[in-house]
T-cell receptor, first 116, second 109 residues
Framework: SAVISQKPSRDICQRGTSLTIQCQVD?????MFWYRQQPGQSLTLIAT?????????ESGFVIDKFPISRPNLTFSTLTVSNMSPEDSSIYLC?????????????FGAGTRLSVL | RKEVEQDPGPFNVPEGATVAFNCTYS??????FFWYRQDCRKEPKLLMS???SGNEDGRFTAQLNRASQYISLLIRDSKLSDSATYLC??????????FGTGTRLKVLA
């Protein structure tokens, strides 16, 4: 299984600032995924980070708010820009490994963000 | 209708009990199915994958019913350490994974 290092593990930020979350994988992967999990809720996909092209954003998420970088096949960053208290959440990066329909998704430990 | 639906619970069961969760999905073309376990303040971790009719691993059994579009997770001889949220995850045949809202289980001493 993939080993994913995500940092920071937690942060407390002021309104209006930005935070960049890093995700490092121990093997090369085609796609990396960024999720948000708000308190008491399940995971919502923010975007899919593809190496060599722009990220693909899900409905309700935009690049200006959540810019993503994917400089190589083992690393990605997600920035939460111009933060407000509504952005307080857990942010998770994930990758898939496997073959076709038997791909399994693995997660980083998450970044717990609190915005004051 | 949500793409993946689960009863949020909580399910409070005594140690040693057998408990079952169901999860329904809306996309009949879905290819693969997973149960993940998520402990409080932790990331989801794969518990079981289901590609055909079912899968069994120790005290855990997952079953797939394609005709009725649901998967189930059965936990036998519940342990205190089984207390967690169980997420049903469906791959509809694309690169995306659809997560249910999770079912909370609390095993009581």
């Amino acid at each position: 299984s993939a080993v994913i290092s995500q940092k920071p593990s937690r942060d407390i930020c002021q309104r209006g600032t930005s935070l960049t979350i890093q995700c490092q994988v121990d093997s090369q992967v085609t796609m990396m995924f960024w999720y948000r999990q708000q308190p008491g809720q399940s995971l919502t996909l923010i975007a899919t980070a593809n190496q060599g092209s722009e990220a693909t954003y899900e409905s309700g998420f935009v690049i200006d708010k959540f810019p993503i970088s994917r400089p190589n096949l083992t690393f990605s960053t997600l920035t939460v820009s111009n933060m407000s208290p509504e952005d307080s959440s857990i942010y998770l990066c994930s990758v898939t490994q496997g073959i076709l329909a038997k791909n399994i998704q693995y997660f980083g430990a998450g970044t717990r963000l609190s915005v004051l | 209708r949500k793409e993946v639906e689960q009863d949020p619970g909580p399910f409070n069961v005594p140690e040693g009990a057998t408990v079952a969760f169901n999860c329904t999905y809306s996309n009949s073309a879905s290819q693969s199915f997973f149960w993940y376990r998520q402990d409080c303040r932790k990331e989801p971790k794969l518990l079981m994958s289901v590609y055909s009719s079912g899968n069994e691993d120790g005290r855990f059994t997952a079953q797939l019913n394609r005709a009725s579009q649901y998967i189930s997770l059965l936990i036998r001889d519940s342990k205190l350490s089984d207390s967690a949220t169980y997420l049903c995850v469906v791959n509809p045949g694309t690169y995306k994974y659809i997560f249910g809202t999770g079912t909370r289980l609390k095993v009581l001493a």
